[in-house]
């Protein structure tokens, strides 16, 4: 069983551009930043543009050292399901339950 980590309330904000690692700036007010899910492990995440339609959804690894997120797959993206290569100015990067992977029986 492959263990993804999750917790309530992570965003953070990033400017990095193209399509590699994203460096995480700081958590965004009221929030907890990316260390809540830990060094080393696996979260869903998505990271969306401030200014633009750009935006990605996927999994990624959280790296203490340099508070990095490696972008290590892509589930849905405004770029048909690919790496989005990210223009320049804020993004909001942040944990989420993906569409695709939760599993609905019965009823709410």
Partial sequence: ??????????????????????TLAGASLGYQSFSAI??????YYCIASQ?????EVGIGTY???GTTLSRDTVLA???SG???VF????????VTQPAE?????GTF
């Fill in 1 to 22: 069983m492959l263990f993804r980590s999750i917790a309530d309330r992570v965003k953070e904000t990033t400017t990095t551009t193209s399509t590699g690692t994203v």
């Fill in 38 to 43: 830990g060094d080393g492990n696996t979260t």
């Fill in 51 to 55: 200014t633009t339609s750009e935006w």
């Fill in 63 to 65: 790296t203490s050292v």
């Fill in 77 to 79: 993206s405004s770029n």
């Fill in 82 to 84: 690919s790496k989005v």
């Fill in 87 to 94: 223009s320049a100015g804020t993004k909001d990067v942040f």
């Fill in 101 to 105: 992977r939760v599993s609905v029986s």
